[in-house]
């Protein structure tokens, strides 16, 4: 079974400064992994994916995530938060199950403050 | 483009009552699912499908039902609700050549 863990509920950060959300997995074989973005009310946004190929993989929105396979991690980074940024935040996995059937964890709400 | 679209947005049932949540897309999209958003508790899938004619259960698929009888439809059946299914729901699509899903805007359902 593939899981995702987002170990953070809330990451709170300064307009400016750099952000990371964390994301670690589980998962038989080579993962799909995915960043989604929810604004109050509204469906989930793709942001980025990583598939295979280079490690750092970039994104909508100046957001970039770096895959790791011996830490099975996929943490989703900025250089400099804006104020706009602030959201809900999914990491997803996909495994080399039928179906492609996509396994999203908690999520982490990112605040960024002036 | 349309993408995902689901309706209705919003809806308030009582207990056991019955109800359909409609989606449709408009990519050729063989892969569609159907999710629900609970506070804390991220997505979990219901229902998913791969193709017109085909479906599956997924995590949480007690109390619904689904039907794919097109590719770009894939309603969602809510039989004698009842209270634990207070949840946002999330139909989204993915295609044979994209790895991502797309997802409509939710619709938010009560039952009281």
């Known amino acids: 079974a593939q899981s995702v863990a987002q170990p953070e509920d809330q990451v709170n950060v300064a307009e400016g400064n750099p952000l990371t959300v964390k994301c670690t997995y589980s998962v038989s074989g080579n993962p799909y992994l995915f960043w989604y973005v929810q604004y109050p009310n509204r469906g989930l946004q793709f942001l980025l994916k990583y598939i295979t190929g280079d490690n750092l993989v970039k994104g909508s929105y100046g957001f970039e995530a770096e895959f790791n396979k011996s830490q099975t991690s996929f943490h989703l980074k900025k250089p400099s938060a804006l104020v706009s940024d602030s959201a809900l935040y999914f990491c997803?996995?996909?495994?080399?199950?039928?179906?492609?059937?996509?396994?999203f964890g908690t999520g982490t709400q990112l605040k960024v403050e002036l | 483009n349309a993408g995902v679209t689901q309706t209705p947005k919003f809806r308030i049932l009582k207990i056991g009552q019955s109800m359909t949540l409609q989606c449709t897309q408009d990519m050729n999209h063989n892969y569609m699912y159907w999710y629900r958003q609970d506070p804390g508790m991220g997505l979990k899938l219901i229902y998913y499908?791969?193709?017109?004619?085909?479906?599956d259960k997924g995590e949480v698929p007690n109390g619904y039902n689904v039907s794919r009888s097109t590719t770009e439809d894939f309603p969602l059946r809510l039989e004698l609700a009842a209270p634990s299914q207070t949840s946002v729901y999330f139909c989204a699509s993915s295609g044979d050549f994209t790895a991502e899903a797309f997802f409509g805007q939710g619709t938010r359902l009560t039952v009281v």
């Open positions: 499908s791969v193709g017109a004619g085909i479906t």
């Open positions: 997803a996995v996909r495994g080399t199950g039928g179906g492609n059937k996509l396994t």
